[in-house]
């Protein structure tokens, strides 16, 4: 069950694999993520499909929100990755995750770095 007064607001959608997520997290006082209480942000992928499930967390940040309520995050997501891929025997999903009494979790798609050659 999603608890409609905790959000988590990303810059994008989708990045690249060495690329920071950025984002803000926000919680209304009157949850117990309220604006006096420190709150965890994470940076996570999981498997799904015909294999055995996994969840790996790959960066987190513990962030405490302002008198409104935000806080913004920054996560880095691994130059090795893994990327986002949907496969019949292999899934892999990523997602930000904030701690709440019901935790609240953001999908994320994480792809290739785009390589551009520099002439001078």
Sequence with gaps: M???NVAIELETTTVAV???????????AD?????????????LWRTGGECE???????????LPDESGRAAFRLQVPAAGPMTYAGRT????????MSAEQPVEKPLTVVAA???SQSH
């Design 31 to 43: 949850t117990k993520s309220g604006s006096d209480t420190p709150t965890s942000v994470e940076l």
């Design 2 to 4: 999603h608890d409609p």
């Design 53 to 63: 499930s996994e969840e790996k967390i790959v960066a987190s940040q513990d962030v």
């Design 114 to 116: 785009v390589k551009t």
């Design 90 to 97: 292999l899934s892999i999903t990523w997602c930000v995750r």
């Design 18 to 28: 060495g690329d920071e997520v950025k984002g803000h997290v926000s919680a209304s």
